[in-house]
């Protein structure tokens, strides 16, 4: 599964007119791959979904009718920082306001519950890729299934107690004013 996701990763890098948008249907196609071969049936990958009122991550993930898995915000491959992009004002947005999230430079995953860091893997090394100029190996296959497993387990409660409704909705005001 990775194997062919890196060697696309590369395939389009090394053009070099790859811009962050380029890389979109080669990480949706990792993502519905994944889903088949989890057997995890009604998982629907919409890349630039419309806004939200957190703005306007690059994938949601969900189930084709109610329930939202969870949103994927994706940088360039070139970007090596995801550091400073996780406290950046837009990810401070959308972690606050969703709980299932995943930052990726298209190598480097991380898996955010609730606005905190709860996995982080990385599949294929940049330097390889940007310095070396060459294809990065496959890295951590297994922990990668492991994080992709806990993103697209997760489901919101049936039902929100007074206090749990309140909590969330008070997180979404400061976005609508």
């Known amino acids: 599964m990775l194997e062919s996701y890196i060697k696309k990763i590369w395939q389009k890098y090394s053009q070099g007119d790859a811009r962050e948008e380029s890389y979109y249907s080669i990480l949706e196609n990792l993502l519905n791959t994944y889903a088949k071969s989890s057997k995890r049936n009604n998982v629907y990958v919409t890349t630039l979904p419309k806004k939200t009122e957190a703005g306007n991550p690059d994938f949601r993930i969900w189930d084709g009718s109610q329930e939202i898995t969870g949103y994927i915000e994706a940088k360039a491959p070139t970007v090596?920082?995801?550091?400073?992009?996780?406290?950046?004002?837009?990810?401070?947005?959308?972690?606050?306001?969703?709980?299932?999230?995943?930052?990726?430079?298209?190598?480097?995953?991380?898996?955010?519950?609730?606005?905190?860091?709860?996995?982080?893997?990385?599949?294929?090394?940049?330097?390889?890729?940007?310095?070396?100029?060459?294809?990065?190996?496959?890295?951590?296959?297994?922990?990668?299934?492991?994080?992709?497993?806990?993103?697209?387990?997760?489901?919101?409660?049936?039902?929100?107690?007074?206090?749990?409704?309140?909590?969330?909705?008070?997180?979404?005001?400061?976005?609508?004013?």
């Open 80 to 177: 090596t920082d995801l550091d400073r992009i996780a406290v950046s004002e837009q990810m401070k947005r959308y972690l606050s306001t969703f709980p299932n999230v995943i930052l990726t430079n298209f190598l480097d995953f991380r898996l955010y519950r609730y606005g905190k860091l709860i996995d982080s893997v990385s599949v294929g090394r940049q330097d390889t890729m940007i310095r070396v100029k060459a294809m990065p190996p496959v890295e951590h296959e297994q922990a990668f299934k492991n994080l992709l497993d806990k993103f697209f387990f997760f489901s919101l409660p049936k039902s929100y107690s007074a206090e749990t409704l309140a909590t969330e909705l008070a997180k979404r005001t400061g976005f609508l004013r």
